[in-house]
């Protein structure tokens, strides 16, 4: 699972940083999928190594501007690729469909390719053999979601070469075993499949929350979490402002993180206030989220971070 | 009148062009106008020497998505501007005035200063005592306009030294003379106006053709402009392709120049296909424009123009 920061600034964007948008490839699928997605997301993907015509589902945290004014451009120039068919989804809160589909309509923008807009509930927002998303409410001046994507728990390895050392031929049986199943041999030995298969390996789990106040849901979503992406609009000297917008502080992000028992907090959406001629204050913001919760990274634009599998840091460095 | 192109690409962004928008600053005025604002627009404006509170008027000419997808955002960043409290007059086809309204209802966006949309027909648009713009329908898929900024034609310069040697004392008696009007002086003279005051300085005339094919009332909105800026999405061995789109090959482009007896034509509006990995072929689509209309410049992204006063071109340079 590899993330790729599209747009970390809150409201408007800056000279350094575009409004929300985040990219998420999953392991061997060559499609990309995409949370939010503020004006100038699709310029943002041209300077990446992402490409438009990859995204085939967008998740959308909540409907103020900054983060789906750059939908209806995306969607436009994904239709201008050569070629492009494959079908598009979109979640996200009420008024996405219509939001979509006026802006279309008004423009006679003409999708060449299936769409389809899905508004999302609390609870399973989409699922495959692999992948299950889900998603809660947080809490925002208007309806807003926080989406965890889960990867389904994989089977342990299976040890060949103890199954051939123990004589038993390649074929169907080998699925059994690998499943953990107990097998009966034809010449009667009993083999536990359990013996011959690694411990099952958990799959990762990865939180975006929106644009969000500190709120129980994020916390019960995040719960044992990889990695929580959460807004910190302000620094804590500014929480009247947060309180007044229903936005994060560092602080607040942090508490999140540290009440969910993730394993980084990777924070975004920064006021431009703290990016002026003055020079940049994001390095306080940091220190004030890592007072309470260490393994804090502050998201930038472009940047990717590969979700490291539990267990392999140490392999990864 | 000061020209800034803020996007020359048809259709979809590229890497060197971002899609349509153009400023023009008029002489003595802090404030700037806006001439399509496609998505991303905002963000090129930060990288010029325009800032997005400075603009007061929008003309749209027409609801295609590359067109007016960047305001939404624009319209968003610019009530985020300290104290911003100017009104803003937006001018376009019909759709354009429900496109900002629903927009900005789904996505709750509540500009902090007043907002008028208007709905353009043809002929005059606006005016004021120093300008006047004007539109006519021009020939594409949607409804679509061109638009005439015309300055009025100013007194000519008032000889105050000359008046002073006729011992005229300064007074009310100046302006009527600047006006060319015959006055009876207390000592009985009359004293012609015109005689004080140099010739009638002619307005300027700039006149911006949306996306178009070629047409009649192109040619008749730019007779005698001092600058046409048209759009040359295709090269003419690509004339199939604009026909099919409504839009314009080059050689049309200098042909409505030529018809209209313009001084300047501007090309813009180019398809991504001419900038690919092989090099650009602009200088090609420059080449058969200059075959017919020798005075024609390519716009590129972030170019600013000044658009030269009738006369003034040897003292300029």
Redesign the interface.
Known sequence: MKLTFLGTSS???S?YR??SALALQLPQQAGAWLFDC???T??QI?RSALRVSQFDRIFISH????H???L??LL??RS?QAGMSTPLTLFGPP?LQ??IR??ME????RPGYPMEVITVAPGLVWEDDRTQVFCTPVAH??PAFAYAVVERDHAGHFNVEAAAALGIAPGPIYGRLKKGETVTLEDGRIIDGRTLTGPIRRGRRVVYAGDTTFTRNTVEIARGADVLIHEATYLEEDRALADRASHSTSLMAADAAKQAGVRTLILTHFSTRYEGEGGSRLAELLAEAQSIFPNTMLARDLWSYDVPVFGDEGVRG
Chains 1, 2 share one sequence.
């Open positions: 409201g408007a964007p000279r575009n409004v503020g004006e100038g699709q310029h041209m409907m103020h501007g900054d789906v004014f750059g209806p451009g436009a120039s201008l008024g219509e939001y006026r802006t008004l423009t006679q923008t001046r208007i």
